[in-house]
């Protein structure tokens, strides 16, 4: 009963902060609306491709890959397994995200 009630109140909670984000920022762009502001205000982020975002994700997943790899390889060798895979893991994996940054920082200065 108890793993039931849990799983509720966790999507429950996490219904309502999608609900207050949604409804707030409709509201926010009808008042914007009301005033007159131009609606290329909200499409001034710049938008990601699919290819893009495939990017990031697989050297995301390269990273990760590679830190698990190396969490086991410094366990052998005599760390704590924990701090091995965990710090592994995080390191090569925000290395990974920060080659994808500069890659595709790369690929739009060539877009340009």
Do not use: H, P, W
């Amino acid at each position: 009963m108890v793993e039931i009630l849990v799983t509720l109140i966790i999507f429950s909670c996490i219904f309502g902060v999608i609900y207050t984000f949604l409804t707030t920022r409709n509201r926010e762009r009808l008042a914007l609306i009301e005033n007159g502001a131009d609606a290329k205000l909200f499409n001034s982020g710049k938008k990601y491709s699919l290819g893009q975002f495939i990017l990031n994700i697989a050297l995301l997943a390269i990273g990760v890959g590679a830190g698990v790899l190396f969490g086991a390889l410094f366990n052998t060798i005599g760390l704590e397994e924990g701090v091995a895979f965990s710090a592994c893991i995080f390191i090569c994996g925000g290395l990974g995200l920060l080659g994808s940054y500069f890659l595709n920082r790369k690929l739009a200065e060539k877009n340009i």
